[in-house]
């Protein structure tokens, strides 16, 4: 049962543009909603992060939209960047009684070119 | 700085064969788990263990058992492996009360079995 749904699997996008990744959960007990970046040969990072009390947050060229009654959230990432080809992970936790688990979605695999 | 380190980066084995993944964290976590990598299908929670061994099953836990002796490390074991096991593994570490259930990763053990 896949219970964080992220799309698209794949990305190219050119450089200065708009990456945008879309992320559907079904737990509506979930209240963390992380996005990881990983680059290849690492492990992944936490990149940015939000609670489902704000609908968005803005952290440099990433920001997170959140909907909580569409169980919807998205990254964008702003002015892109060759520097953030990478995969990205959505994920989703809960603050109490989840045990610090991730759920975490499929993957996209982001390219940004010159 | 926080480190998640692996045995292993690459790590070819046969069918049948007993394999050990290890892992180490520096951070003093009480909490770290296993998980396997594979595309398309995301970050998959295998075994995650609270506290010195202790352990609980995650997703996908069959084919797999888990060893943790000492806080600061987390087995993996494949008590025989199979192909459908041709992965690419993750560590993780955490600790209760981090902010967003933050999780640190190592570098991952690519595995093949053969």
């Known amino acids: 049962q896949q219970q964080v749904k992220q799309s698209p699997q794949s990305l190219i996008v050119q450089k200065g543009g708009i990456s945008i990744i879309n992320c559907a959960y079904e737990n509506t007990a979930f209240d963390y909603f992380p996005w990881y970046q990983q680059f290849p040969g690492k492990g992944p990072a936490l990149l940015i992060a939000i609670r489902p009390d704000v609908s968005e947050k803005k952290e440099g060229r990433f920001t997170i939209s959140f909907n909580k009654s569409a169980k919807q959230f998205s990254l964008h990432i702003m002015d892109s960047q060759p520097g953030d080809s990478a995969t990205y992970f959505c994920?989703?936790?809960?603050?109490?009684?989840?045990?610090?688990?991730?759920?975490f979605g499929t993957g996209t695999q982001l390219k940004v070119e010159l | 700085d926080v480190k998640v380190t692996q045995s292993s980066r690459y790590l070819v084995k046969r069918t049948g064969e007993k394999v050990f993944l290890e892992c180490v964290q520096d951070m003093d976590h009480e909490n770290m788990f296993w998980y396997r990598q594979d595309p398309g299908l995301g970050l998959r929670l295998i075994y995650f263990?609270?506290?010195?061994?202790?352990?609980e099953k995650g997703d996908i836990p069959e084919g797999y058992s888990v060893s943790r002796e000492k806080k600061e490390r987390f087995s993996l074991i494949l008590e025989s492996a199979s192909t459908n096991q041709t992965s690419m593994y993750l560590c993780a570490s955490s600790s209760p009360g981090r902010a967003y259930n933050e999780q640190f990763f190592g570098p991952g053990t690519r595995l093949t079995v053969l």
């Open positions: 994920a989703a936790s809960m603050q109490r009684g989840g045990g610090n688990k991730l759920t």
């Open positions: 263990s609270y506290d010195v061994k202790m352990k």
